[in-house]
């Protein structure tokens, strides 16, 4: 492919955020929304699969077994709106208890990975009486397109779960919540999933797995800038890390550079230089408390109108209803 080719075909967004974050000094950073490429997608799937992951079971549990008590915020019939939906498999117990109360569910998945759309679509579908729509953006953009064929005599509850919300800086999330409060009408709700704090030793073994399952992840981000923006990172020249930051109450993994070298990006027409033991920063995932994820509603517009924590891996399903 040709210098030419790749300005022509690359997302230019997605170009400018890999600019951005490794322009950064004196840490480099990427944005964790473009993990979830094809490979990167199929690769999160086998994540929450293993067993040192408890959070994605977690969430299915209290999914499944409060599914009925979370969707009766309200009588009327819910579009049901899922930011981040992936595979869409947990969300099945939501909208069953809907078609079992009403006898039919709408449901839009809002995703940047096509593939995970289109895996979603094809599982959710299956379920008779559910109505799926997908839209391949990210989150507000999302939201506001779902949005705009809202019916008469209808709320919405907008699904957000796995603790992706802990992606986010505390502004970001907090400003992410206001936003999305702006866009819905009082009395939506969204259902919140949050991943609590826990030991240490626990948490770090669930982002950094002994099959390096993680890992291959974590790198894959740089195989996707490869593939899109014509670069010719060295996978084998970088190394998996997590650590977690107490003072932030969060694990961060990077992607350790093991010796000096340096990377061109055909896309951007430029070249960047790593030293050895520098790192680039690729996800943050902050771990809650009950009151803090109380905090945050408040803070953003929503009140807190009830709470589900499993009772094999610390985390907690919230319902938070817009004012």
């Known amino acids: ?99 079992a109360r009403h006898g039919f569910a709408r449901y839009t998945a809002i995703d940047v990975s096509a593939a995970a759309l289109a895996m979603c679509h094809a599982t959710l579908s299956r379920i008779g009486g559910v109505e799926v729509a997908t839209e391949n953006a990210t989150y507000m953009d ?26 986010f800086p505390t502004p970001d999330a907090v400003q992410l919540l206001i936003e999305l409060h702006g866009a819905l009408q009082p009395g939506d709700a969204l259902l919140l999933g949050t991943d609590l704090i826990k030991p240490i030793d626990q948490l770090l073994l669930a982002y950094d797995d002994p099959t390096g399952v993680t890992a291959a992840f974590n790198k894959n981000l740089l195989a996707h800038i490869n593939r899109e923006l014509g670069a010719n990172f060295d996978l084998r020249a970088f190394q998996h890390e997590a650590r977690f930051d107490p003072e932030e109450s969060r694990v961060e993994m990077h992607l350790r550079s093991v010796r000096p070298q340096s990377a061109r990006i055909e896309a951007l027409e430029r070249s960047f230089r790593f030293g050895a033991g520098e790192t680039i920063w690729t996800e943050s995932s902050r771990k809650f408390t009950i009151d803090a994820v109380k905090q945050m509603a408040e803070a953003s517009g929503f009140a807190c ?7 094999q891996w610390a985390f907690a399903e919230s319902l938070l209803i817009a004012e």
Request: charged share 30%.
């Open 1 to 99: 492919m040709t210098r030419r080719q790749i300005a022509l075909e690359v997302d230019e967004q997605f170009a400018e955020d890999v600019l951005r974050g490794l322009s950064s000094e004196p840490q480099k950073w990427l944005s964790a929304q473009y993990f979830y490429d094809e490979v990167g997608s199929a690769l999160f799937e086998a994540i929450t699969a293993l067993p040192e992951y408890g959070l994605t079971r977690a969430d299915s549990r209290l999914l499944r077994r409060h599914a009925g008590e979370m969707i009766r915020f309200h009588d009327d019939p819910l579009h049901v709106i899922e930011l981040g939906s992936g595979s869409g498999a947990k969300t099945r117990w939501l909208l069953e208890a809907e078609t």
């Open 142 to 167: 999302g939201v506001r397109a779902a949005l705009r064929d809202r019916r008469a005599a209808e709320r919405v509850l907008v699904l957000f779960l796995g603790s992706t919300i802990g992606n």
């Open 305 to 311: 109108r009830g709470q589900w924590v499993d009772d």
